[in-house]
């Protein structure tokens, strides 16, 4: 077993420089819901609140001083060709995101915009959600992968059996990950935990 501290925050997060891996012809155009729904600790800004820079329909006001996190952001739909213009943020009210954590865990997260809570669920979405957490269970060695959605401040891990909704979470609470590998697969546990509970691992078994 091979066991490793769980991130604390979202500062955990880690970017790239993804600007050339932009899909040719794709750009934000009116689009900026990132600029609502990501939190940005550099401005004090939440996450699901308006940034004081954003311009409705045209991008950010304060291009040129942007913080590193808005200039390293791009949204899914930038970057993989094959979601289609559905998968547009400002259609959808979703903003895909790719997490990688310190501790090797590989998250995508789906950030929802509070307005349209249940957009995940609908068709097309769901099911293609669904088909990504399904992958991402299928993998029993190395990093541990699960799809999270993210309502506000709301979690839930999507299982390509159920969903588990964790609830509202706080600046220092994470979330607690057990991996277990048996004949028939991986099994998963997925648990709400504070940042202060200094047994808090996540586990790979």
Not at 24 to 48: H, M, Y
Not at 140 to 166: F, K, M, Q
Not at 169 to 195: H, M, W
């Amino acid at each position: 077993m091979v066991e490793q501290t769980a991130p604390s925050s979202e500062d955990s997060y880690l970017y790239a420089d993804l600007e050339s891996l932009v899909v040719p012809g794709r750009q934000c155009g009116t689009c900026t819901l990132c600029c609502r729904l990501i939190a940005v600790e550099e401005l004090n800004k939440p996450r699901s609140r308006n940034c004081i820079h954003c311009i409705a329909d045209v991008g950010c006001g304060n291009r040129e001083h942007r913080p590193h996190l808005c200039r390293a952001f791009f949204c899914n739909w930038l970057l993989v060709e094959n979601l289609g213009p559905e998968w547009k943020p400002d259609h959808c009210g979703l903003v895909l995101q790719p997490v990688g954590f310190s501790n090797g865990a590989q998250c995508l997260v789906i950030n929802v915009d509070p307005d349209r809570p249940d957009s995940w669920r609908r068709s097309p979405y769901f099911d293609q959600i669904k088909a990504w957490a399904a992958r991402a269970a299928g993998q029993t060695t190395g990093d541990v992968y699960y799809v999270l959605v993210i309502v506000d401040e709301r979690r839930i891990v999507v299982l390509p059996d159920r969903d588990i909704d964790l609830g509202d979470f706080g600046a220092q609470d994470q979330i607690s990950i057990e991996r277990k590998v048996t004949p028939l697969g991986a099994s998963f546990t997925f648990r709400k935990v504070s940042g202060s509970d200094s047994g808090v691992t996540t586990r790979f078994v």
